[in-house]
C-alpha cells in the first residue's frame, strides 16, 4: 500500500495562475481533507469530505476549491493564486468509523506563490 | 469550537533525560480524542500516540506517554530517556467525535535533543 500520496511534491506559481494539487489514497478511506501549514502555526483545515461527491468547508477555505469526483482521490485547487498561499499543504485520509486510527498524511506538497 | 494551545515555542532536553511538552485544550464536547504528531526536518507528520477522553488510563506506546489529566484539560507529552532522533517539532491536536474526524492543531513545540 502506498497510502496517501501527494502530487506535486514542489511547485512554484506566479501570482494569478492557477493550478490543481493532487490527493490519493489507496486504503479505501471514506474521509479525506486538506490543511495548510504556515511557519510558526499548526496545521489549519481548509476543506474536507466525508465520501465520494461530498465536500465541506474548513477553517480557512477562501481562494481555494476542492472535488471528490472519486473515493480515493481529493483534489485542491487555486483558481488564482496569492502570496498568501505559499504555504505546505497536506492531505489526510480517515475511516469512517469512530476509532482511536489517526489520520494518515501525504508527505507534504511545498507551494511558492512569488 | 475546539481550541489546542501549546505553550512552549522550544524546548531543550539533554540526552538520556525525560521531557515533558505541554498541551492544554478546550472543548465542550464530552467525546473527544486528543493526538500528538511528531514533525522532523523532513516534514511528514508521524503519528505517536492517542488519548480518548473517556479513557481511565493514560495512553503509552514505548518511550512516549500522554500525562491526560480531564478536569484541567490537559494532555502533556511526555518523552522518556530523549534521543538525538526525537529532534522535531510536535504536535498537539483534539478530534471531536461526530464532526468528521476533522483535527484542531496547537502551534507546535520545538525540540532539540543535546548531547
Known amino acids: 500500500n502506498a497510502g496517501v500520496t501527494q502530487t506535486p511534491k514542489f511547485r512554484v506559481l506566479k501570482t494569478g495562475q492557477s493550478m490543481t494539487l493532487l490527493c490519493a489514497q489507496d486504503?479505501?478511506?471514506?474521509?479525506m481533507y486538506w490543511y495548510r501549514q504556515d511557519p510558526g502555526m499548526g496545521l489549519r483545515l481548509i476543506h474536507y469530505?466525508?465520501?465520494?461527491?461530498?465536500?465541506a468547508k474548513g477553517e480557512v477555505p477562501d481562494g481555494y476549491n476542492v472535488s471528490r469526483l472519486k473515493k480515493q482521490n481529493f483534489l485542491l485547487g487555486l483558481e488564482s493564486a496569492a502570496p498568501s498561499q505559499t504555504s505546505v499543504y497536506f492531505c489526510?485520509?480517515?475511516?469512517?468509523?469512530?476509532?482511536?486510527?489517526?489520520?494518515?498524511f501525504g508527505p507534504g506538497t511545498r507551494l511558492t506563490v512569488l | 469550537a475546539q481550541k489546542i494551545t501549546q505553550t512552549q515555542p522550544g524546548m531543550f532536553v539533554q540526552e538520556k533525560e525525560a521531557v515533558t511538552l505541554d498541551c492544554t485544550y478546550d472543548?465542550?464536547?464530552?467525546?473527544?480524542?486528543l493526538f500528538w504528531y511528531k514533525q522532523p526536518s523532513s516534514g511528514e507528520m508521524i503519528f505517536l500516540i492517542y488519548?480518548?477522553?473517556?479513557?481511565?488510563q493514560n495512553a503509552t506506546e514505548g518511550r512516549y506517554s500522554l500525562n491526560f489529566q480531564k478536569a484541567r484539560k490537559s494532555a502533556n507529552l511526555v518523552i522518556s530517556a530523549s534521543q538525538l532522533g526525537d529532534s522535531a517539532m510536535y504536535f498537539c491536536?483534539?478530534?471531536?467525535?461526530?464532526?468528521?474526524?476533522?483535527?484542531?492543531f496547537g502551534t507546535g513545540t520545538r525540540l532539540q535533543v543535546t548531547l
Open positions: 489526510a485520509s480517515n475511516p469512517a468509523s469512530v476509532s482511536t486510527d489517526t489520520q494518515y
Open positions: 486504503m479505501n478511506h471514506e474521509y
Open positions: 469530505s466525508v465520501g465520494e461527491g461530498t465536500t
Open positions: 472543548t465542550s464536547d464530552p467525546s473527544y480524542g
Open positions: 488519548q480518548g477522553s473517556y479513557d481511565q
Open positions: 491536536a483534539m478530534r471531536v467525535t461526530g464532526t468528521a474526524s476533522k483535527l484542531t
